[in-house]
């Protein structure tokens, strides 16, 4: 069976992966951009949802949501944009593409009040802190109205070898500074995008019915100063010179959750690869080209 996959946002750091993993496979993969579809401009993205769909010969088709409003800050005072890429653009893909495919679209733990104890499930009631996440949060809201084969996946703490990320910043600040001040009292779980990208491949190639929320990240949790000397010990650099602030110390303009932990049992539930562990990802992920 044959499958065409359209990925928005493949210049993005996930992007990047979505279209390395695809690429291996003997299938049709349309990549779209910011220059291809205007997320601002329901029309652009309507059409081009439906030409892909109209175009593509294939028996299943599969489109990737890669592409978001990330800028979490900035979303504080750009809310309305943030809306519209994050909440109106998600839904304008689902309805057009309810009854004739699979619509993949990725969410975030920001969602989420960030206030708990225990890994959140798919279930647990969304109460968004930030401008960013209420977005998201309209995101998924509009998926699930629009029906059809859609399925929301909520991922956290995503870094990879594009972009800017924490992972990669750390690296840098190795080279540059004695020490580095890291936030210890935020916790989640670090997700390699090379591991969400696969995961998000095999979900959209999966032939059986899934959940309509499922959660991804890499397994375990881990605060950011502890990220942070995982880092440095990977690349041989003595971890001692990452030391432990509190959020406080840094403020920001969006609350940041100091909670992130992702519940993984219905993504194994549903017969999906179960996610390797954080430090197993990250330790392949510097081997990878991310200690260059």
Do not use: I
């Not at 109205?145 to 929301?152: K, R, Y």
């Not at 936030?183 to 390699?192: H, I, Y």
């Not at 049992?265 to 080209?289: F, I, N, S, Y």
């Amino acid at each position: 069976m044959s499958t065409a996959w359209l990925v928005t946002g493949a210049r993005g750091q996930l992007g990047h992966d979505l279209l390395a993993q695809l690429g291996e496979r003997s299938e049709q993969v349309t990549a779209v951009g910011r220059q291809e579809m205007d997320l601002t401009d329901e029309r652009s993205v309507r059409s081009g949802v439906a030409s892909w769909l109209d175009g593509a010969r294939a028996d299943r088709h599969v489109l990737v949501n890669a592409a978001a409003y990330t800028a979490v800050d900035a979303a504080e005072d750009d809310e309305a944009t943030a809306l519209v890429v994050n909440g109106h653009a998600p839904g304008w893909m689902a309805e057009t593409m309810a009854g004739r495919g699979r619509l993949v679209h990725v969410s975030t733990d920001y969602v989420f009040d960030g206030t708990a104890t225990s890994p959140y499930a798919v279930d647990a009631p969304t109460a968004p802190r930030s401008a960013y996440g209420r977005t998201k949060a309209a995101g998924e809201a509009a998926v699930a109205a629009a029906g059809g084969d859609a399925v929301v996946v909520r991922t956290a703490w995503v870094y990879g070898v594009h972009g800017a990320n924490f992972v990669r910043t750390m690296r840098r600040l190795e080279r540059e500074r004695d020490t580095v001040g890291v936030v210890s009292d935020q916790v989640g779980s670090p997700t390699w995008s090379h591991d969400l990208a696969a995961g998000l491949v095999e979900l959209g190639g999966f032939a059986d019915p899934v959940p309509p929320v499922l959660h991804f990240t890499n397994a375990g949790e881990v605060s950011w100063h502890g990220l942070a000397r995982a880092v440095f010990e990977g690349v041989g650099a003595d971890p001692a010179r990452v030391l432990p602030v509190t959020t406080a110390e840094f403020p920001r303009p969006a609350p940041r959750p100091a909670y992130s932990v992702l519940d993984l049992t219905a993504w194994t539930g549903a017969g999906l690869t179960a996610p390797r562990a954080w430090d197993e990802a990250l330790h392949r992920a510097l081997g990878a080209g991310l200690a260059d």
